[in-house]
C-alpha cells in the first residue's frame, strides 16, 4: 500500500502522534506534568493553525519549466 504524502497525511499522523503522548502523559505523569505537557501542546496546535492558514491564503508559487 503507498501512502500519499501530502499536508493531510501530516495531519493525520499528528493527531495519532498526540493521540498516543497523552494516553502516555494520562497513564504515568503528575498533573504539573500533565499541565506542561498541555502548554507544550496548545503552542504546537496554534503553530500547526497558522501554518494551515498560512497555506491556503499564501498558496506556493507556481513551478516553472526551464
Do not use: H, Q
Amino acid at each position: 500500500m503507498r501512502v500519499k504524502r501530502n499536508y493531510a497525511t501530516y495531519s493525520i499522523g499528528c493527531a495519532v502522534a498526540w493521540a498516543v503522548v497523552w494516553v502516555i502523559v494520562g497513564l504515568t505523569s503528575s498533573r504539573d506534568t500533565k499541565e506542561n505537557v498541555l502548554i507544550f501542546f496548545f503552542g504546537w496546535w496554534f503553530g500547526w493553525l497558522s501554518a494551515t492558514i498560512a497555506r491556503r491564503v499564501y498558496p506556493p508559487p507556481n513551478r516553472t519549466t526551464g
